[in-house]
Nanobody, 125 residues
Framework: QVPLVESGGGLVQAGDSLRLSCTAS????????GAWFRQAPDKNREFVAA????????SYADFLEGRCTISRDNAKNSVYLQLDRLTPEDTAIYYC??????????????????WGQGTQVTVSS
């Protein structure tokens, strides 16, 4: 497992954008695939996006309809999630996950070993 810390959440208005960051401790993060999940109140944690170890492959949840971009910078031990055209339905705690196993785009949260504490995103109408 690898320690993960998310940042970048906050209160925004509908239509705004946010960039979430996830930073790992240690120097082995380049071995890990990274992913973002989110959990709204009274809902299950759901897959948002994933990226493989070198950033060349990405995968997104269909419901996002092209409104987000996942990226990474292994020199900074970080994975990012750019969220655009936010709506109140995007309100949730966003979690970063990492794992060394394949495939990189596992969509069930139980298949990811390392997790951050989450960052709250609240979108007002």
């Amino acid at each position: 497992q690898v320690p993960l810390v998310e940042s970048g959440g906050g209160l925004v208005q509908a239509g705004d954008s946010l960039r979430l960051s996830c930073t790992a401790s240690g120097d082995t993060f380049r071995r890990y695939a990274g992913a973002w999940f989110r959990q709204a109140p009274d809902k299950n944690r759901e897959f948002v996006a994933a990226i493989n170890w070198d950033g060349r492959s990405t995968s997104y949840a269909d419901f996002l309809e092209g409104r987000c971009t996942i990226s990474r910078d292994n020199a900074k031990n970080s994975v990012y999630l750019q969220l655009d055209r936010l709506t109140p339905e995007d309100t949730a705690i966003y979690y970063c996950a990492a794992d060394t196993r394949s495939p990189f785009d596992r969509r069930w949260s139980g298949e990811w070993k390392s997790w951050g504490q989450g960052t709250q995103v609240t979108v007002s109408s």
